[in-house]
């Protein structure tokens, strides 16, 4: 059985531009352990998604299952317990200003009426966690970035919940930072078999610590996947654009000198987990003596496994293009052809 179960969920809001349908008939299984990832561009639905997943936004449609209990079925107060077993981390960590680092993890303990001793001794083992023991004292204003969302992961972690729901946590930190966090959750998964669901914009997060990952694109289900599989093939445009925005990083005078050179034809390679160290490109133009336009490149830590994609193109006039791409495939190199998109 899933451990999280959305099940056709829909959900619209009223703005002054007229209704928005935020998530449109939404079906996702989750499974107990994993880290997840759902992906998609600004307005995609996602964040409305995982508030969806604790009911802090109700479904207007569709049912979301905990463990084989929908949330429906819950009264006020079986929810508000159920809350509990479901930890959550934001973009800006949501910190009490006012409150020390301690007092800040302390804070959904005294609300579950924890004794304030009992309280305390938890929360420093959780600031040992996540590497803040010397911070207890501090407040969120000394503290940098990385810290406060080490604050909040500890504070999210303190009612010891089955599920961990991230919205945007690394967004607001600089590369290194979020590479850290990102460490330290994965960690967290290990440890502890917490089910981790990680709302994100950035393809780089999900490349990096999760699983499988759903992709949205207007409040629609995109694509859903393991994320080695998504990356190697991805079948939508929305996946292949948040891909391609991961490994392009190019100027406008780049962009425009590759448009110059695109004229014959292109195709998409794919490398396997072993030929992405093969020199095979560089043996393909000695064996057969013939130019090729590498217009796009990139290899990419998936998960432990090496993912390399490549954009070729062949010379206009090739006389040579198909027993290039024969060439490719016996070299355990997938091909997608008549590739229009390369940007």
Do not use: W
């Amino acid at each position: 059985m899933s451990e999280i179960v959305l099940d056709n969920i829909s959900k619209s809001f009223t703005s002054k531009d007229g209704q928005v349908d935020a998530l449109k008939n939404v079906s996702l299984q989750i499974e107990k352990g994993e880290i997840y990832g759902v992906i998609g561009m600004s307005g995609a639905g996602k964040s409305t998604l995982v508030r969806c997943i604790n009911f802090l936004e109700k479904p207007d449609e569709g049912k979301v299952l905990i463990e084989g209990k929908s949330l429906d079925d819950f009264s006020k107060k079986e929810l508000q317990k159920q809350r509990e077993s479901i930890g959550m981390i934001f973009q800006h960590f949501n910190l009490l200003m006012q409150k020390t680092v301690l007092e800040n993890v302390c804070f959904p303990l005294y609300i579950q009426k924890v004794g304030k001793k009992q309280a305390r001794a938890k929360a420093e083992e959780l600031l040992e966690l996540v590497g803040l023991s010397d911070k207890k004292k501090a407040y969120p204003a000394q503290l940098s970035g990385g810290q406060k969302q080490r604050v909040a992961i500890a504070r999210a972690l303190a009612s010891d919940p089955k599920i961990l729901l991230c919205d945007e946590a690394t967004s607001a930190l600089d590369p290194q930072t979020t590479l850290s966090i990102l460490e330290l959750l994965e960690d967290i998964n290990k440890k502890f078999g917490i089910t981790i669901v990680i709302i994100t914009h950035q393809m780089s997060v999900v490349r990096k610590i999760c699983n499988r990952v759903a992709i949205m694109e207007n409040g629609n289900l995109a694509e859903t996947g393991a994320v080695s599989e998504v990356f190697s093939h991805p079948k939508t445009d929305v996946a292949k654009r948040l891909i391609r925005q991961d490994v392009d990083n190019e100027t406008d005078e780049e962009t425009l000198a590759r448009e110059q050179i695109k004229n014959g034809e292109i195709i998409r390679i794919t490398f396997s987990e072993n030929s992405a160290f093969e020199p095979v490109i560089a043996n393909l133009v000695l064996t057969f003596k013939e130019p090729v336009n590498i217009l796009r490149a990139s290899t990419k830590n998936v998960g432990g496994v090496a993912k390399g994609d490549m954009i070729l193109e062949f010379a206009k006039d090739s006389k040579n293009s198909e027993a290039m791409k024969k060439y490719l495939l016996e070299h355990d190199i997938e091909i997608e052809e008549n590739v229009k998109e390369v940007i």
